[in-house]
C-alpha cells in the first residue's frame, strides 16, 4: 500500500467511476500528507483564489516520472512545496484541512491521465488503498517487514543514507524513526544518528 499518510489513515468515501474520482482519506496519527511518488510538482495554489469554498480548494498536482499520471492532493490547509519542485516519495509536500468544496478535514486524492479531468485512474487499485470504509495501516513501509534497510551505503551520514532510499531524511521524521526504535530524546547527536545508521545499515531500522 502506498498512501499520503505515514501511519494509520481513514477511508471515508470510496472510488467509484463518474459518481468521485478519487479516495477520501483522514490521517489519525497525523495530518502530514506526503508525497506517494516521485516526480515534479506541477501545481500548488487555490482551485479558485476568489472562491475558498470551490472544489479542491487549495491544492497539490504532481507528475510521475516517466508517466503520464497526474497525482492530485486536495482540500489541504497548508502546502509546502512549490511549482518545479521535484519531490520523493514519503516527502511531506502538505497538510491536511478543509478547503475547497469539503464539510470536514481530509485529503481528496485521485489520478487523472494527463491531468485531465475525467481521466481518472483507478486510484485504489493503484496504490492498494482499499476501496471500502474503514481504518488502514500505510503499510508501503512494511513491505520490507516493517524495517529499513540501506546495506549499500558505506558513508556516514543518516540524511543521505535515508535520501539514498527515497525516505523523508528531514529532523522531524528522524526524530519518529528514533523513538520507533526505542531511541528518546532525539535531537540528532553523532551517538544518536550513529545508531540509527548502524540500524539501517544491518536492515534493523524499524519504519
Ligand atoms: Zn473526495
Redesign the pocket.
Known amino acids: 500500500m502506498n498512501s499520503p499518510y505515514y501511519m494509520k489513515f481513514r477511508v471515508t468515501?470510496t472510488y467509484k467511476k463518474g459518481v468521485?474520482d478519487?479516495?477520501?482519506l483522514v490521517g489519525i496519527d497525523s495530518k502530514d500528507i506526503h508525497s506517494t511518488i516521485r516526480g515534479t510538482v506541477i501545481f500548488t495554489g487555490w482551485e479558485n483564489i476568489n472562491n475558498p469554498k470551490q472544489g479542491f480548494g487549495k491544492f497539490i498536482k504532481i507528475k510521475k516520472d516517466n508517466s503520464d499520471d497526474v497525482y492530485y492532493f486536495?482540500?489541504l490547509s497548508e502546502i509546502y512545496v512549490k511549482e518545479g519542485d521535484r519531490v520523493y516519495i514519503t516527502q511531506v509536500i502538505g497538510k491536511e484541512g478543509t478547503t475547497g468544496n469539503s464539510t470536514g478535514s481530509?485529503c481528496?486524492y485521485?489520478i487523472r491521465k494527463d491531468g485531465i479531468r475525467g481521466n481518472d485512474l483507478n486510484v485504489s487499485a493503484i496504490s492498494g488503498i482499499p476501496n471500502r470504509l474503514g481504518v488502514y495501516d500505510d503499510g508501503y513501509r512494511e513491505s520490507n517487514n516493517g524495517y529499513l534497510e540501506n546495506s549499500s551505503y558505506k558513508g556516514n551520514s543518516i540524511v543521505d543514507a535515508l535520501k539514498q532510499i527515497g525516505v523523508d531524511s528531514s529532523f522531524e521524521h528522524r526524530k519518529k524513526i528514533a523513538e520507533r526504535n526505542n531511541i528518546y530524546n532525539y535531537t540528532g547527536t553523532a551517538t544518536q544518528n550513529t545508531k540509527l545508521l548502524n540500524l539501517l545499515k544491518q536492515g534493523k531500522l524499524k519504519k
Open positions: 468515501q468521485h478519487g479516495l477520501d486536495g482540500h481530509h481528496h485521485c
